[in-house]
């Protein structure tokens, strides 16, 4: 089945990719930052989809970081109607809460792991969407223990 | 040979204090990633599409705390020492560190200006091994994700 995996570069990327591989049956589709070249460069060639990443934290003014999220709310629902993806998976990062949030709008099931690097705490993206993804995973026991609607996966790298 | 990592973003400091106190009969190389310190004693170069090849080469590897550079490094079973880089957003680095070092998987190192003796003490460092053989549950979260009810059943019960 087609599933999207969003790659957020960085360590994100190397856990999205190292979590897909352990998924049985699927076909990946990665969607990624258009300029984001080290990341392009590790997705085989069609199965990328381009979008602009929304937000570099604290370097760009608000209105063009809101003018790129509209953009790639816009290429991300034509992509969503193109491929029909069963599903969307993702660890964190710029994208993900725009494109979980889209992919629940087109009823396509949603699955967010909380990175590695969050031990104790949630990241940003988990605190908005815990409890609004159907999978709700995370790597560490700790966390588990602390968040009753979380779902305990051991560590995907 | 000594290898010093600093992942997709800088960590300026590490590479500097590298650089200075480098010794003769040494070679240290150095990914770089998006850093504006010109090293002049050590060769460096900014990104790689996969560092594996220079881990496998290295006798020493210098990592700062992200998630992806630090479970490379453990899975390649060399010595290796971990510097947090405490410029990247929210120090979020520090959870991870501090909980693999108190459990004994890694060797962390805080003192920029002292860090030979680091190395030294980094080089004797036995580390426990037992986290590479956790569980890992997401291709079973996964298949019970796609056979839970489409829409509107609450799959936490």
Redesign the interface.
Known sequence: ?RICAILN???H???TLA?VE???N?EPYYMVDAFDH?TI??VKKNRKLYVLSPRK?NTDSKIISGFRLVLTMILTSLYFMRYRF??V?AVGGTLTVPVMFLARFC?I?T?F?E???????L?MSGHILYGKV??F?VQ?V?LAKQLK?S??????? | MIFATVGTTSFDELIEALDKTIQEDEVIIAQIGNGLYMPTDILFFRFSQSLAKWYEAADFIITSGGAGSLFECLKSNKPFLAVENKSVMGRHQRELLDYLSKHGFIFMWDDLSNIRLGIEQAKEFFPNRKILNMMEYYSLLFIWMMDSDFWGNDIYG
């Open positions: 089945m570069g960085g360590g990327t190397a856990e979590l352990k998924l049985h699927v080290l460069s590790k934290r069963r599903a998976v009823r099931k699955m792991v990175s590695v690097a969050r031990v104790y705490t990241s159907d999978v995973a560490w700790t609607r779902v305990y996966g051991g560590i995907v790298l």
